[in-house]
C-alpha cells in the first residue's frame, strides 16, 4: 500500500507523476528526450538500460515495465523468459547484444549500484567495442535517473498491478506515445 493516498488505478511511477503534474513534467521531458530523443542508440537499447539499471535496484514495477517495453519494440514474447530483456538481466556477458551494448550495459549496471563504480577501463572498454562519447555520457544519465526513478517507486511504495497484463497497455504506450503525459490523462484506466 503506498505511503500516500495516490489514484489506484495508476499503479507505480504513473500514479506519482498524476500526484505531483508540476514535478512530473520535467521528469517526463528529460525522460521522453533520453529513451525517445535522437540517438544513435535503439530505443529498444535504451529501455534495456532502463531494464538492467532497475533489475539491479530490484525495483519491480520499473524492472517489468521496461522489460515489457524491450519485448514489444524487439517485437518478442511479451515478459517470456527467452527474450532479449530476460537474457540481459540473467547474465549481460552472454545476451544477444552487441559487444557494445554488453559495454554499455555493464557502465549501466555500475551506475545503478554506485556511480563511482564505473573506472576509466569500464569506459575504454565501451569505446573499443564501438562506444561514442555521447552514447558513454547518455548510458550513465539513463541510469542515473533510472536509480532516481526506482528509488522514488519503491520508496513512496507505490502498487503493483493487480494484473500482470496492464504492462502489456503500459508497454504499447510507452512504444506509441513514448514518456510524455496522454492529453486525455488517465481516467480512461479507471474500472
Known amino acids: 500500500m503506498p505511503h500516500i493516498e495516490l489514484e489506484s488505478h495508476l499503479p ?10 508540476d514535478t512530473a513534467a520535467p521528469i517526463r521531458d528529460l525522460t521522453q528526450l533520453l529513451l525517445r530523443g535522437p540517438s544513435t542508440l535503439t530505443e529498444a537499447e535504451r529501455e534495456l538500460i532502463a531494464t538492467i539499471v532497475s533489475h539491479g535496484n530490484q ?24 527474450t532479449t530483456a530476460s537474457m ?31 573506472t576509466t577501463g569500464d569506459v575504454e572498454k565501451a569505446k573499443a567495442a564501438g562506444a ?10 539513463i541510469a542515473a ?25 503500459l508497454a504499447d504506450r510507452l512504444v506509441n506515445h513514448g514518456y510524455t503525459r496522454l492529453p486525455q490523462g488517465y481516467d480512461h484506466l479507471k474500472k
Not at 507505480?12 to 503534474?21: A, D, P, S, V
Not at 561514442?132 to 544519465?141: K, N, S
Open 59 to 82: 525495483c519491480r514495477f520499473c524492472t517489468t515495465a521496461h522489460t515489457a517495453a524491450v519485448d514489444a519494440l524487439l517485437g518478442e514474447e511479451l515478459l517470456g523468459e527467452n
Open 132 to 141: 561514442t562519447d555521447i552514447e558513454i555520457h547518455d548510458t550513465v544519465l
Open 12 to 21: 507505480g511511477i504513473t500514479g506519482l507523476l498524476e500526484y505531483r503534474k
Open 145 to 169: 535517473l533510472f536509480s532516481l526513478y526506482n528509488r522514488y517507486v519503491d520508496g513512496m511504495a507505490t502498487a503493483m498491478p493487480e494484473d500482470v497484463s496492464y504492462f502489456g497497455v
Open 88 to 118: 540481459v538481466k540473467k547474465d549481460i556477458a552472454t545476451a544477444p547484444v552487441s559487444d557494445k551494448m554488453k559495454a554499455l550495459l555493464n557502465i549501466a549496471a555500475l551506475t545503478g549500484k554506485n556511480g563511482k563504480l564505473v
